[in-house]
Each structure stands twice: as structure tokens, then as C-alpha cells.
């Protein structure tokens, strides 16, 4: 199966004000995700995770090294590399259709096409009866729901999230990542996933790369073999799910990482 | 997949309120400040305190008022002076918002004119008076002139504060979901800015009624401000107070019927502003 994404030796330094000096943020990254993967990224925080899905959004540009997703060079932001954000970033002036339908309403999808999508994607997030709500109007859950079905019903080759639960409770964080394992595997969605809790990243990926504290280099590449779908309960007392975390949290914080975290 | 127990934040009743606003009874509530400082007008001038002359009574005034109505003089005043604003307003804004989205967006306009945008604000719309004068000599076209000096600067100060403050993470969701640069300003910039524009076009038509009055009393033989200039002049002080009670109230119904319904179906609609800390 071809790749979707390529990164070869991604690095990146920025100058940093306060400290008046260049900070190497990214060392040499190199990685790559298969069709249908769902890949997280973890690291102690500092480590350029986000950085990096940054660069792979093409919202920043390395310093040195190259991403090619699809086959093609990234040289900027794209419908082909949605991303879900934190701090959810809906357009507060839109309903959750008209936040959902945006990237379609830009590629000029005609309308009864694009309202069969929307809904589909509404219904997929379980957001009916919510369809003509503003973002204020809904919780914190809702919303990152809807910022979900956004980039998905744009069709994108594949979905970035930059800790999309980071915001939420834990009650709803616990299920939107099993909405969100669930909807991934049904659609076959290609994700990136960065995250700084490695309970999350296990629970919810194919593989979980670990990159040391800054500058960050991959310091673990785990395939994580737990059966789908998966949810909290089934997952937490399967005796893998302890042994991959140790193995993560040893590899962040180990012996393994230069400079590494404390 | 469900959201059943996902609770839904506290707007959706606030917005059953909101609509509320408009009935009869939110009216009336309105009306109470109006009437008790009425009340205590009358009891002031009751207590005869000072001459009548310097502290007209709400009678005196309600029945120039009626006078001036019924005579015509103050609807032709009015309408001058309101013609005045608008076309000031409208002007200035004309001028004001595409130079700020010309500003806001590119880097070199914005280093071009900010320099000038500063050393210009900080000059009253008033000190204008004498070469508005000159140019357009005594009249409507001086009084414009000045208004147009006067609304263009709060609008500018303030749309170019609301495309700063434009949260960069909405540019870059819709950019990771396709928007170039057009649908960028179209979606995101735009109707970010709106509160801000919208606090800039109430400061604008506030400041320009300010110059409006001003103007009129020294540029010009018609309008409300020279109305009651012209009345001092003649010890008229109730139909003073008429003249200051009518700006007042134009400008409650141009935000009642005008500016109002805009937030109501916009910025208060989407959540970025909000009447006031209580009703949440």
C-alpha cells in the first residue's frame, strides 16, 4: 500500500525572542504513514510534536528536510490536510451545517450533493437536531465533534488533529476518543494525531511515535496491536494495553532521549 | 454514536430571551429611567431654585416642543441636520472601511498610512471649522466637511483593532479546509471584524453628532445645533432643551431601529458579543 504521508528529515530552528538565539525545536524527523493509518505522536511538551503537524499542515515550513503528502510536496496549507484543532476554531458566525458544508462550499460541490454529505456527516458525529446551532450554543464535546466532521466531509487525504481533547472533560474526552477510533476505522481515514497523553495516543492508534524532549528526534516507533473496535473498558484490562504504555513512557523519559525531559 | 447526554450550554434559553426583548413589557422597563428623571426635572423646577429663564420647567419644554412640532421648525431642522450626518457618515465610512481592510491586510499600505492616520487623529473633527469654511463657505456643505472629519477616524481606530484581534487559528482551520486568501477575508476577516466595526460606526455617529452641533452653530443658518444657538440668543431656553432632547432621542432611534437590529441578528446572534455579564 503506497504511503500517503512521507517526512524526510524535517527539521526546524526559530528564533527565539526572549532568549535571543536560534532553538532547534524539530531534529531530522523522518516518518511515514500508510493508507488508513491512524499514527499519534507524543512526546514531553516542548518536544515540536506540534510543531511538526504543523509543518505537515504546511501552516509552517521546515528548516530543513522535506513532507510529501500523496505524492506531492507540501508547500502550504490544504484541503487535502484537514486539521482539527484544540481550541476547536469553528466560525462562530456559522451553524454546525454551515460549518460542516464550508470546504465543500469552496470546492463548489453542488448543493444537493452537498447537503446529502453534510447530513451524512452529522449523523456520523450524532449531531442531529443540532444542525442549525451556533458554535456558542453548544458544549465543548459538541463542538469538537462538528470541527471533526468538518475537515472529514471535505474528503481530505488524510485528518490532523493537534490534541483535539486536550479542552474537553474527561468524561466526554474518554467517549469522543471512542467516537472517534470508531469513525476513523469506519471512513478508513489516514490520521496524525499529536498528543501529550500516552493513555490517548495507545488507546486510539495503529502506532505511536514518541519523540524525545527538545530538540525533538524520534525516539520510539511502536505498532500497537489491539483488536478493534475499541472501547475503554475492553481496552484498559488488556494486559498490552499496560506493556505498550510503559514502553512509551520509558522510551520519553528514559535513558533513550538526549536532553530528555525530567 | 450519541450525544444524548452532551449538555448543551446555557444559550439556548438565553436566546428564547433575547427574542424577548422586543415585546411590549421589555418597553416599559425601558421607559422607568426616563420617567423618573422626568420626575426629577419637574421636582427641581417645582422647587423654583433658580429663574426659570436659566432652568426651564418639562412643561415649558413639552409645550415648545408641541409648538415647534406643530409650526414645522423643528422637523425642518431635523431633517437638515440629519441629512447632514448621514451624508458625513456615509462618506466618511465610505472612505474609512476599505481603507482599513487596505490597511489590516497588506503590509505596506498599512506602513504607508498608519504615520499619517496618526498624526491626523489626534486633530478634532471642530478644528476644522475654518477651512471647511473657506472651502465650502457658510452652510451644509462646511458642516459635512467637518462630520466626515469626524466619524472617519473612530471607524478606522476601530476596524483596524477588530482585524488584530482576529483569532489566527479561524485562518488557518479554513485554510487546512481549502480557503485561499479571497475566501479567507471573505469567511473569517469579515465577519470578525464586525463587532468592532460596529462599536467604530456608533463611535463615528456619536463623535459625528458632537460636530454636527458644532458645526452648526458656527457654519451654518439651519439645522438643530444652530437652533439652539440661535435661541440663546433670544433667551429661549426651553426650545434649547428641545433642540438637546431632539439629537438625543434621533440617535436612541438610529440604535433602536439601525444599529440595534444589525447586533441582534449578527454579533449577538453568533455569540461574540453579549448584552451584558448577567444574562449568562
Redesign the interface.
Known sequence: MPDILTATGVSKTYFDMHEGHDVLALNGISLSLAAHEFVSVIGPSGCGKSTFLRIV???ERPTAGEISVSGRKVI????D???V?Q?Y?????KTTEANIE??LR??RVPAEERRATTQRFVD????NG?EK???????G??RQ?V?VA??LA?NPAML?MDEPFAAVDAM?RQRLQE?LA??TAHERTTVLFVTHAIDEAVFLSDRVVALSGRPGRIVADIRIDLPRPRRWERVMNDGRFADYRDRLTQSIHGGHAHGGHA | ???AD????A??TS?RRKASWWQPRAWLVELVPFIVGIAIWQALSSANIWPRVLFPSPLEVAQTFVADTLSGVLLVNLAVSLKSLMLGFVAGCIVAIPLGYLMGLHRISRNFFDPLVNLLQAIPGLAWIPFAILWFGLGQGAVVFIIVMSVFFPVLHNLLTGIRMV?P??I????????GRV?VIR??IF?ATLPNLMTGIRLGIAFGFRSLVGGEMIASTDGLGYAIFNAQQYFQSARIVVGMLAIGIVWLIMDRMLLRPIEVR?TL????IRDGLDKH
Open positions: 499542515a504546511g501552516l502550504g496549507p490544504g484541503a490536510r484537514g486539521m484543532f481550541e476554531a469553528l466560525l462562530p458566525w464550508f470546504g469552496l470546492k456520523l458525529v450524532g449531531l443540532f446551532k451556533y458554535p456558542h450554543q453548544l458544549s464535546g459538541m465533534r470541527a468538518r475537515v471535505n490532523l466526554t467516537e470508531s469513525i | 454514536m450519541s450525544s452532551d449538555t448543551i450550554a444559550p439556548a436566546a483569532q487559528v479561524l488557518e482551520a479554513v485554510q487546512t479546509l481549502g480557503a475566501a469567511h473569517v465577519p449578527t446572534r453568533w455569540g461574540l
